[in-house]
């Protein structure tokens, strides 16, 4: 009996009846193609060189791949799929260049921003503090002199740690408005850090100074903004008597004082 073996598979003329994948029989046309498996015997010749059993060609199924074929696609389909993913990977590392740079944009408008507010910032306070230049040496001129008074919110920061900081913001405005009722129009009220005022009273002398911050210090003990009490320490400086005092040396004498007043205890006025 012959031997077969599986050769590479091939197309061939579909002659006579097949059956389809679902079993229904016909007969295909004697034009039309099929993919088939060519088997060649394994003894092609006899001891004579002539050809005994011819190769043996299989129709397959309509819908079918021979496995040769569908080995050699493989292949052919890896590279596709690679090919397909190729502009995927690139579109996310375009994606990702994007989002690099509206990030450092946005650092950067940021970092402006910032820059000019700083700027705006200092330009105020340049104006501002060449505006007090200026009256403390129009006040120094007159008889008067200046007085600059620093007031400290006691243990403000006790406040903000058990009652919160809204119960904080609460105090500083009702600070701030007791402030602009009971001082002068020619008083000019500064905030200082977070709980730090100062007050510079032109054309006053020491004696007036410390009798209205005395007259502050007792109205705030009866504040009780929010429903707390507070009070607060205040240092005084004048310089009445030294009319070639700077602004920067009135406020380092009235922070000294405000020192004072914080080491004798606290709710009090120091000069």
Known sequence: MTSYTTAASATVPAIGPTVS????????????????VTFRPTTPHNAAGTRTDPPVSVPMAAGTMPAATAAADEPAAEEAATADAAPAAESLEDAIRRHRRSVDQRILKNEIQRQQSRKRQEAMEQRYNERL???????????????????????????????????????????GSLLKQRLPPDTMV???????FALLMPNCDQRAA??????????????YPAGIPITISIGLACSQDRPDMSLTQLLNLSDRALYAAKNQGRNRVCA
């Open 21 to 36: 994948s679902d079993g229904a029989s016909g007969v295909t046309p004697a034009s039309e193609t099929r993919p088939c």
């Open 133 to 175: 230049e200026a009256m403390l040496k129009e006040a120094s001129s007159r008889d008067g002199g200046t007085c600059c008074a620093i007031i400290d919110i006691d243990h403000f920061k006790k406040i903000n740690d058990n009652l919160g900081h809204i119960t904080g913001d609460r105090v500083l405005e009702a600070l």
């Open 190 to 196: 500064v905030r200082f850090g977070g709980e730090e």
């Open 210 to 223: 410390r009798r209205c911050a005395e007259d502050l210090r007792a109205e705030v003990e009866a504040l």
